[in-house]
């Protein structure tokens, strides 16, 4: 079985900064990976070269078998993509942005519109792109994306300036998507999203990957301690919560009790500082 | 070829629900058209006002037929007082006065509007000719009629349609082209075409062809509202304007491309599609005849692609010209489309950033 996607050594270069720095990743197929880093890491430009939006100044970006760059005709009907922006067609109906999409692929318009249903967009069928709410926008250019059934789906941060609503839906299509054997590619700076829906997660800053594991192994090496908060806000934090809890359960006061392990969140900022980023 | 008519139809209708490009397409140029062959077209079927002061025998002895010719150009009003008339002149209450200084006819006349201004120089010396002609007892060689200096000159709706037209395609391909690289730019849509399995000759031709049809549809409009509205009578080889017409539009593109390059944002584009095409088209002769520009301002505007578009139409449209009298400026044309395509192209950017 070949990798859906395997990166070497690539880096990318703007002048003095290096938005990529020698970056190297396998994906699986039917893998869904999360690209988790703060604003500037890098994440964008690293998902645009392997979508071959961009050569790559050093390095091999190879997506399913065959070379990213230079664009190749042959390789895009096997890849989906979502950009950060909404890319509509101006003043298009949600109904003529998809079909337009479609036969950009070959695609009939009655998966087009399958397409709008599973995204709950039929109401919204004959509304303007510019008359959509954010999570609607999004929904859309997400089924755009996948319109054409691609092997491989790229998704530049899906569940940014959604309400939690949204971002729960979304992440159920997600999931179904890449449960139907599809492999995805996800961008975010939202912890639990990336713990919830990703295979593994690549923490990247600087333009570097800085792990590259799945959530829980992370969060295993992390080795932080277990914060126990009781119901009368008393904190216990311990190394040994099995014994700790069965303590507390001898002594009744179970009631109310919420157990924190270590989170991705602590994984991240481990890993990433604290300082602010633009 | 699927692609090529999906991407035409969704920049189609992009474009038709658009209401500013449309009323700039469209609208906005045919205001200028009915407001200019409206006011200017009662002027000059209305006569020229004359005041004759003093006696003129050249004047008031006209034969009976050159008498005829005389009154249907001019409406006469006597008067003694020449600063009178002259004042009356400077304020455009009449256009010319007249005075007859021994044998010589002296007209006082205002270049404030150089269409009267020429009918009535035109028509004088054409008047003082054939006197002088009358008075050697022989019969002319030559005929020449007064209203023959009317009649040499376009008149307004003729003069205006091809011009202003020029003008309106120039804009609506400019402004589209310019508007449409920056936008898609923005929005990415050019980054998501290039990772689709479309050709970029895919998306130029669809961005091509519905600019190329809406320029179609203004002309088509013009030449209806003009004939229909202001008696524009169009001349032998007119067909010959529509080929110039989608080569004047590939031009107009190239430049709104060449905004759109080196612009930042969607607003930047149209302004810059603006500034090169408005003052362009005063140069032009867009909205009114060159003819009178100093010489260096007439050299200048031969520099400019809008001056052979329109120059080009006219000749086709409405000076009878053979048809072969659009290829130079075909030509020109095609050649300025293609250096400024190259230049857009090499200063194009994927990216805003």
Known sequence: MTAAIEVTDLTMTYGDLRAVDGVTLTVEEGEFVGILGPNGAGKTTLLETIEGLRRPDSGTATVLGLPAWPRNPRLLPRIGVQLQASSFFERLTAREQIHTFAALYGVAAGRADEWLERVGLVEKADARVEDLSGGQAQRLSIACALVHDPELVFLDEPTAALDPQARRNLWDLLTDINESGRTVVLTTHYMDEAEILADRVAVMDHGRILVHATPAALIRRLDAPTRITLADDEVITTREPAAELARLAEAGRLDGVRVQTGTLEDVFLDLTGREYRA | ?353
Not at chain 2, 57 to 85: E, G, I, K, Q, W
Not at chain 2, 115 to 137: F, S, Y
């Open chain 2, 1 to 353: 070829m699927k692609p090529f008519w999906a991407l035409s139809r969704a920049i189609l209708r992009g474009f038709v629900r658009d209401r500013t490009s449309v009323f700039f397409a469209v609208v906005f140029p045919l205001m200028f058209l009915v407001l200019f062959g409206g006011l200017f077209s009662d002027q000059s079927v209305g006569k020229v006002d004359m005041i004759v002061v003093g006696d003129a025998s050249l004047v008031d002895d006209l034969p009976a037929d050159a008498r005829d010719d005389f009154d249907d150009t001019f409406h006469v009003v006597r008067s003694d007082d020449l600063d009178d008339a002259l004042d009356q002149v400077r304020k455009g209450d009449a256009d010319v006065a007249v005075e007859q200084q021994g044998d010589t006819l002296v007209a006082h006349y205002s270049q404030t509007d150089p269409a009267k201004a020429g009918i009535v120089a035109g028509t004088l010396r054409a008047l003082v000719d054939g006197t002088n002609i009358a008075l050697t007892g022989q019969q002319p060689t030559y005929d020449l009629r007064v209203e023959s200096v009317e009649d040499d000159s376009l008149s307004t709706i003729q003069y205006y349609t091809p011009g202003l037209l020029g003008w309106a395609v120039a804009m609506s391909a400019a402004f589209g082209a310019a508007a449409t690289l920056q936008g898609w730019r923005q929005s990415k849509l050019l980054r998501r075409l290039q990772l689709a399995p479309v050709s970029t000759r895919s998306v130029v031709g669809a961005r091509v062809s519905v600019t190329v049809s809406i320029a179609l549809v203004q002309m088509a409009i013009f030449i209806g509202v003009g004939g229909i509205f202001f008696g524009l009578t169009l001349t032998g080889a007119w067909w010959m304007a529509i080929p110039l017409l989608v080569v004047g539009t590939l031009c107009f593109m190239a430049i709104g491309l060449l905004a759109g390059a080196i612009t930042k944002t969607q607003e930047g584009a149209v302004n810059a599609a603006n500034f090169l095409v408005l003052p362009m088209a005063f140069l032009s002769g867009s909205f009114f005849a060159l003819d009178d520009a100093p010489q260096w301002l007439q050299t200048f505007s031969e520099l400019l692609p809008l001056k052979h578009l329109n120059d080009g139409m006219l000749d086709v449209m409405v000076r009878g010209e053979p048809w072969t009298a659009a290829l130079v400026p075909m030509a020109i044309l095609a050649a300025f489309a293609l250096v400024v395509t190259l230049v857009a192209a090499r200063l194009f950017r994927w990216d805003t950033a």
